[in-house]
């Protein structure tokens, strides 16, 4: 009996241990918008450049793991991941990810998360249809999560709207775009990508509320054990960047 109980303090210790190791790993969680070959806006990244971010990361030995397994483990609910982890996650939905963006993904063999504002799919001309955002599903390389229903500034609805009406529209933008997804995509839709990266104390409790385990804004910095499962840092990628300060980012040296 004693050895029993001195082989499950082991354990204990050693678990103990592997989590206060983990504790100090961030992961940094990648955003990106458009693709083209050409940059014809701030928010859009050469195919070329997205290549090069990618041969590096593989070249450098780092994982790309889906954004599930890295909740998971800031949730402490996974022990360890890879020791160079990186997350890769899109906003908005726009026809690129289909076009410019999943041949490379496909060439990469690596997992996305696309956080979709479900009004734009089949109606906005720059975005997906949903038959596309069924056919990128079906590769088991992307995901489908929430960006709110349209897209809004919350911040700028507060001030906008009576508080009852505001209630009801942060409802209706947070829960029924879940429900507009998981209808579409038939899985289960948790995670959320603040639009603008606007959130405050009562967004993050409504979404947590209406269905949400995870959100994740703007910043640049890691994601850590310590951070707030509804605010969730990502650093935005766009091409001014190249893949000098992505270097720089996902190895930890840039600056905030």
């Not at 800031?74 to 991941?81: A, C, D, F, V």
């Not at 088991?140 to 505001?166: A, C």
């Not at 640049?220 to 300060?245: C, H, N, W």
Request: proline share 4%; aromatic share 12%; hydrophobic share 40%.
């Amino acid at each position: 009996m004693i050895s029993f109980f001195r082989g499950a303090l082991f354990v204990l210790l050693l678990i103990s241990s592997l989590w206060a190791d983990e504790a100090q790993k961030g992961i940094p969680i990648l955003c990106y918008h458009r693709f083209g070959d050409q940059v014809n806006d701030e928010m859009t990244i050469k195919n070329s450049t997205f290549k090069k971010q990618l041969a590096w990361l593989k070249d450098h030995n780092y994982t790309v793991i889906p954004l599930e397994r890295a909740v998971n483990y800031l949730k402490k609910l996974e022990i360890t991941i890879p020791e160079k982890s990186v997350v890769i996650t899109v906003d908005d939905g726009h026809r690129s990810v289909y076009t410019d963006m999943e041949p490379i993904v496909r060439e990469y063999q690596i997992p996305v998360t696309l956080f979709i504002y479900p009004s734009a799919i089949s109606n906005a001309k720059y975005a997906m249809t949903w038959e596309q955002l069924r056919e990128l599903e079906a590769t088991n390389l992307f995901v489908v999560q929430s960006h709110t229903y349209w897209h809004p500034n919350f911040k700028k609805e507060k001030k906008r709207l009576p508080k009852e009406e505001y209630d009801r529209f942060v409802t209706m933008q947070l829960g029924d775009a879940i429900k507009k997804l998981e209808t579409k995509t038939g899985h289960k839709v948790e995670y959320l990508a603040w639009a603008f990266g606007v959130v405050d104390d009562d967004l993050k409790m409504r979404a947590k509320e209406l269905g949400y385990s995870a959100a994740f804004t703007i910043e640049r910095r890691y994601a850590t054990q310590a951070d707030s499962m509804m605010l969730l840092p990502r650093f935005m990628i766009v091409e001014q960047f190249g893949v000098k300060v992505f270097e720089d980012i996902v190895s930890g040296r840039a600056k905030r």
